[in-house]
């Protein structure tokens, strides 16, 4: 496997601030008021549940990071402990995800740019806006990393207010805000009024929200000093989840009624406005602005790198491991993976109700099943690793093997979930046939390519007598 060498000019205070707003994008300010209509006030155990995955496979994901440095981690080492064609299917699964992610965001941008000045088509913002991103990310690994840090401190920045604020209304020291306890949330059905499945299904959507934060461990690579920064950035997560997802989602819980549409279909907003703060709607209009470009950005740059990485492996053509000789930067993994993007957007204005949506709520899910891959692989390595090695790791899974067993079965338990629900249905069957074609389209090319050696091999026979 040839591995390519990155650049190293990322910075500590970079790859601080992408693992932080890697995990606060749209699904946090536009999805947690959605997420409490549909499972109501015990949707504080969904975001604690899928928080908890979530900080467990980070901890899976660092140990073996911190130990084995590799260009598109999650496949390379899918491929490495559990076979080639889990490091395919890890690989296509996870740049496809975020490679729609970015036709998402641009298609959003879009429609935003447009209702700000009706004289911008649509379709206007959303290629301008992937063009001056894909430059951002071609020109170097360091304007990338300058850009991130900035959205995502506007992004933390909004939080921390909204924290604060939220805080100070629960415990009545605002003026303009009367909190009168907690009474509504039993006169509005009690704390689980949908029954407890929705709680885990609700899983599903909030991995779907907090996805992306693995972007550091990622981006920890081509920094200063990758391994000291995938350690720093896998031990901060928990707080960061714990604070800008649980914290928020328990103040939302708190202030509005669970079966309040008009207030949860703007939550941040909205709670913003009922403290006296002026102009809160607009502004946090601007935060989830600055939250698409934020996250668009990021998956310019994860779906890149993945793409380098499959690459690497001889999943993808050799092609994408060019790098630029002036900003090593992936030049031809990034604008492969911006032309499909493309491709996603287009499918937004062809058909936003039927294929376009299809493919939208299949990201959720596959997110799921590429961390049960991640969850088995760590599995694998941390029993070879013990029998090859006596050097203590920088990082450790809790708890081993038994934590890292009760991820897959949780991960495996939310994925099926998606079955009784009627409204997920569509969602599930649409995931697990994508999964289904990518695995059956690695064997298929195997196939291929042994008939091929072996035509090959016969001809070079046949030469030679």
Same mark, same amino acid.
């Given at each position: 496997?040839?591995?390519?060498?990155?650049?190293?000019?990322?910075?500590?205070?970079?790859?601080?601030?992408?693992?932080?707003?890697?995990?606060?994008?749209?699904?946090?300010?536009?999805?947690?008021?959605?997420?409490?209509?549909?499972?109501? =006030?015990?949707?504080?155990?969904?975001?604690?549940?899928?928080?908890?995955?979530?900080?467990?496979?980070?901890?899976?994901?660092?140990?073996?990071?911190?130990?084995? =440095?590799?260009?598109?981690?999650?496949?390379?080492?899918?491929?490495?402990?559990?076979?080639?064609?889990?490091?395919?299917?890890?690989?296509?699964?996870?740049?496809?995800?975020?490679?729609?992610?970015?036709?998402?965001?641009?298609?959003?941008?879009?429609?935003?740019?447009?209702?700000?000045?009706?004289?911008?088509?649509?379709?206007?913002?959303?290629?301008?806006?992937?063009?001056?991103?894909?430059?951002?990310?071609?020109?170097?690994?360091?304007? #990338?990393?300058?850009?991130?840090?900035?959205?995502?401190?506007?992004?933390?920045?909004? %939080?921390?207010?909204?924290?604060?604020?939220?805080?100070?209304?629960?415990?009545?020291?605002? =003026?303009?805000?009367?909190?009168?306890?907690?009474?509504?949330?039993?006169?509005?059905?009690?704390?689980?009024?949908?029954?407890?499945?929705?709680?885990?299904?609700?899983?599903?959507?909030?991995?779907?929200?907090?996805?992306?934060?693995?972007?550091?461990?990622?981006?920890?690579?081509?920094?200063?000093?990758?391994?000291?920064?995938?350690?720093?950035? @896998?031990?901060?997560? %928990?707080?960061?989840?714990?604070? #800008?997802?649980?914290?928020?989602?328990?103040?939302?819980?708190?202030?509005?009624?669970?079966?309040?549409?008009?207030?949860?279909?703007?939550?941040?907003?909205?709670?913003?406005?009922?403290?006296?703060?002026?102009?809160?709607?607009?502004?946090?209009? @601007?935060?989830?602005?600055?939250?698409?470009?934020?996250?668009?950005?990021?998956?310019?740059?994860?779906?890149?790198?993945?793409?380098?990485?499959?690459?690497?492996?001889?999943?993808?053509?050799?092609?994408?491991?060019?790098?630029?000789?002036r900003s090593s930067a992936p030049t031809w993994a990034i604008l492969g993976s911006t032309l499909i993007a493309y491709v996603c957007?287009?499918?937004?204005?062809?058909?936003?109700?039927?294929?376009?949506?299809?493919?939208?709520?299949?990201?959720?899910?596959?997110? @799921?099943?590429?961390?049960?891959?991640?969850a088995v692989a760590h599995i694998r390595f941390r029993k070879q690793y013990e029998q090859t090695t006596t050097e203590p790791l920088?990082?450790?899974?809790?708890?081993? =093997?038994?934590?890292?067993?009760?991820?897959?079965?949780?991960?495996?338990g939310v994925y099926f979930c998606q079955i009784l629900i009627e409204s997920l249905q569509a969602q599930f069957f649409m995931s697990?046939?994508?999964?289904?074609?990518?695995?059956?389209?690695?064997?298929?090319?195997?196939?291929?390519?042994?008939?091929?050696?072996?035509?090959?091999?016969?001809?070079?026979?046949?030469?030679?007598?």
């Amino acid at each position: 496997m040839a591995q390519v060498e990155l650049g190293k000019t990322l910075k500590t205070r970079h790859i601080t601030m992408i693992s932080i707003g890697g995990i606060i994008g749209t699904g946090l300010f536009v999805g947690t008021g959605k997420n409490i209509m549909s499972t109501g =006030p015990a949707t504080i155990v969904s975001y604690i549940l899928a928080c908890m995955i979530i900080v467990f496979i980070m901890r899976m994901l660092g140990e073996m990071a911190s130990t084995r =440095p590799e260009n598109g981690s999650f496949a390379a080492y899918s491929t490495r402990y559990i076979g080639r064609w889990a490091g395919y299917t890890v690989g296509w699964l996870y740049w496809a995800s975020w490679v729609f992610i970015v036709g998402l965001e641009a298609a959003v941008i879009g429609g935003m740019l447009h209702s700000w000045v009706p004289s911008i088509p649509v379709w206007v913002g959303s290629v301008g806006i992937t063009l001056l991103l894909t430059a951002i990310n071609l020109y170097s690994v360091k304007m #990338f990393g300058e850009f991130e840090y900035w959205l995502a401190f506007i992004k933390v920045g909004a %939080i921390v207010v909204f924290l604060v604020v939220g805080a100070l209304m629960i415990f009545g020291v605002l =003026p303009t805000f009367e909190h009168n306890g907690f009474a509504f949330i039993q006169e509005a059905g009690g704390f689980a009024p949908n029954g407890v499945l929705p709680i885990f299904t609700g899983i599903v959507f909030v991995i779907f929200s907090i996805c992306g934060a693995e972007v550091a461990a990622i981006a920890a690579g081509e920094s200063e000093d990758p391994k000291r920064n995938i350690v720093r950035a @896998i031990n901060n997560v %928990i707080y960061r989840l714990a604070l #800008f997802f649980i914290g928020s989602v328990l103040i939302m819980i708190c202030i509005i009624p669970w079966n309040n549409a008009e207030l949860l279909a703007a939550p941040y907003a909205n709670i913003l406005e009922m403290a006296g703060l002026p102009m809160a709607a607009q502004l946090m209009q @601007i935060v989830i602005f600055t939250s698409l470009i934020s996250v668009m950005n990021s998956a310019i740059f994860t779906s890149s790198r993945m793409l380098l990485g499959m690459a690497e492996n001889g999943d993808a053509p050799a092609i994408f491991m060019k790098l630029s000789k002036r900003s090593s930067a992936p030049t031809w993994a990034i604008l492969g993976s911006t032309l499909i993007a493309y491709v996603c957007a287009i499918l937004y204005f062809v058909s936003p109700d039927v294929i376009f949506y299809f493919l939208g709520n299949a990201v959720g899910a596959l997110m @799921i099943i590429v961390y049960i891959f991640i969850a088995v692989a760590h599995i694998r390595f941390r029993k070879q690793y013990e029998q090859t090695t006596t050097e203590p790791l920088a990082i450790k899974m809790w708890l081993f =093997p038994y934590l890292t067993y009760v991820t897959i079965a949780m991960l495996a338990g939310v994925y099926f979930c998606q079955i009784l629900i009627e409204s997920l249905q569509a969602q599930f069957f649409m995931s697990t046939i994508l999964v289904v074609l990518v695995v059956a389209s690695f064997f298929v090319r195997e196939r291929m390519r042994k008939a091929s050696l072996a035509n090959v091999t016969t001809q070079q026979n046949v030469d030679v007598e």
